[in-house]
């Protein structure tokens, strides 16, 4: 097991806002890495960061992927070496069919003899998907329109996947099936960067995690330490501890009086 991805210091802008300040990490071949934090810390510019969506980024730092440079590549080169991104919202092409949409995510593949036995790995994964493979994609669920969007994206076979807030707007029941399936399709190959706000599901399912906060990387480590972590588990799992609770609900006591 070798370093998949590795970035370096990386420092991206919007305008005279720094989005990320010197971020570092390193994504290890046949695991899962989360990357929690609230909304807004940055998490989902370190993906469109590596994988070259936003113009003339990185502003500093180096970014590699199988040890070779990608920093400053067109995005289409990176998907072709084998990078592949689910963006947050799903993004289909909802006036497509579910089997054209993910017909386009092997647009860039030189290689199409196998598309049977990849439209069937698909299906195995998203059964519901193979009932509607003649359906528009606007006319899906959230929940199916999430699994055509992962589907899509696995038909480039990736040998890296970015997942952006998988879990976003799926009830509690979609959001255990799709980080099953999430884990299946590690087990079987593929190398993970999951960006997510539910830290518990992320967690259970990850290898390796870290934290960012306001565009810095703030905890670090093994996803079971960090699920251990009482910081971790108050601040991103819901989880306090008696002497918080009780602290907390001092202070909501004083606040009903005031």
Known sequence: MGTLLE???????YGLIYALRG????????????????????????LK??????????????IEFQGTRIDGKETEDIVRMGISYVPEGREVFEELSVKENLLMGAYLRKDKGSMKEDFDQIYK???????????????LSGGEQQMLSIGRALMNHPKLLFLDEPSLGLSPLLVKEIFRIIKTINGE????????????MALAISDFALILENGRFVMKGNADE??????????????????STKGYQRW??????R
């Open 7 to 13: 970035l370096k210091n990386i420092e991206t802008c």
């Open 23 to 46: 971020v570092s990490l390193s994504a290890e071949e046949g695991t899962i890495t989360a990357i929690l934090g609230s909304n807004g810390a940055g998490k989902s510019t370190i």
């Open 49 to 62: 960061t590596v994988v070259g969506l936003l113009d003339d980024q990185p502003d500093k730092g180096s």
């Open 125 to 139: 994964y998203f059964p519901a998907l193979k009932a509607r493979e003649g359906q528009w994609a606007g006319t």
């Open 189 to 200: 190959g593929t190398t993970l960067l999951l960006v997510e706000q539910n830290a518990r």
């Open 226 to 243: 960090l699920t251990n972590d009482k910081d971790v588990q108050e601040f991103y799992m819901g989880i306090r501890s008696e002497a």
């Open 252 to 257: 909501k006591r004083k606040k009903r009086w």
